[in-house]
């Protein structure tokens, strides 16, 4: 539990640390199974959907995935639905992360066909949201917001609050997407407003990130505001030590100082976090970085 806290705080290192403690130390097939009749959930599946998600942000995306991989076919062995179905929804937020569209949209499918047999609207809010992120990240942003909106809504009506931020980030660029910039600003700034409410800070860079896009799709005029937002963004991330966020938050001020012909500064950036990688090259974040290092050459 308290992983799951350090997580939510955007504290990803001590995350992890908890997680991996617990994997060492008690990740015993009958121990875990005997405290799944009291906890309703398996922790071994638990404890590897959270280290994979707190991995990706460390900057270990395929260290993420790989878990990712191991975890749902953990889930599958155990027999036990409610864990089979944490196991697809974390992987799906992960495929999400890493902008794997297609992928995503299918785990989304696999997620609301498990909670439709099982009973389990919450679950079946959170794949019907994956299934809109997956829309978007594949560029089918007229087909996407209104299942990202009909998610939302159900996904609110369970009355949780965690991941709130997270999904309002989602829905905040859809709208920016769609050009619906003034829908776009409200979601946001709620993100940001029930992060500070609820110490629900795991996308706060993100968010930050995402208004200074909306700004910058506003108006041509809003490139010193739209620089606050990134640079806000970086500082975020850092604090937090999510290089992942801090790598697209850098990317989004690269791109700007780039159009501002200040090629050199972004450049110079870009490449100082992009050199702290030493892993996932080949996803789609790490592949635009290097594109957009090479333009700046």
Not at 13 to 22: G, I, P, S
Not at 66 to 73: D, F, I, Q, S
Not at 132 to 161: C, D, H, N, Y
Not at 259 to 278: F, I, M
Request: with cysteine.
């Amino acid at each position: 539990m308290p992983g799951v806290t350090f997580f939510y705080r955007a504290q990803f290192a001590n995350a992890r640390a908890c997680y991996e403690e617990a994997l060492s130390a008690y990740d015993d097939r009958e121990r875990t199974k005997f405290w799944t009749a009291y906890s309703g959930h398996d922790s071994g599946v638990t404890h590897r959907c959270y280290l994979a998600l707190a991995l990706w942000h460390l900057g270990y995306p395929d260290q993420a995935l790989k878990l990712a991989g191991e975890m749902c076919e953990l889930a599958r062995t155990i027999g036990h639905a409610f864990s089979l179905e944490h196991a697809v929804d974390f992987k799906a937020f992960l495929y999400h992360y890493c902008r794997l569209g297609t992928d995503v949209k299918a785990l989304a499918e696999q997620e609301m066909t498990i909670a439709t047999e099982q009973g389990f609207p919450f679950w079946h809010a959170l794949g019907t949201l994956h299934k809109g992120a997956g829309l978007l990240i594949q560029g089918q942003r007229e087909e996407a917001l209104p299942v990202l909106l009909k998610g939302f809504s159900a996904f609110r009506a369970t009355g949780a609050q965690v991941r709130v931020p997270s999904y309002l980030s989602l829905l905040g660029d859809a709208y920016r997407q769609s050009a619906r910039f003034e829908d776009a600003h409200k979601a946001l700034n709620e993100g940001l407003a029930v992060a500070e409410k609820n110490d629900d800070r795991c996308h706060e860079a993100e968010l930050y990130r995402l208004k200074g896009e909306i700004l910058l799709g506003e108006s041509s005029d809003e490139d010193t505001a739209a620089e606050g937002c990134f640079r806000q963004a970086i500082e975020t991330a850092r604090r937090q030590q999510s290089r992942a966020w801090e790598l697209r938050a850098t990317m989004s001020l690269a791109r700007l100082w780039q159009r501002q012909a200040r090629r050199e500064e972004a450049r110079a950036a870009l490449a100082a976090v992009y050199a702290t990688y030493t892993e996932g090259f080949t996803t789609p974040d790490l592949v635009d970085a290097a594109t957009l290092l090479e333009k700046l050459a």
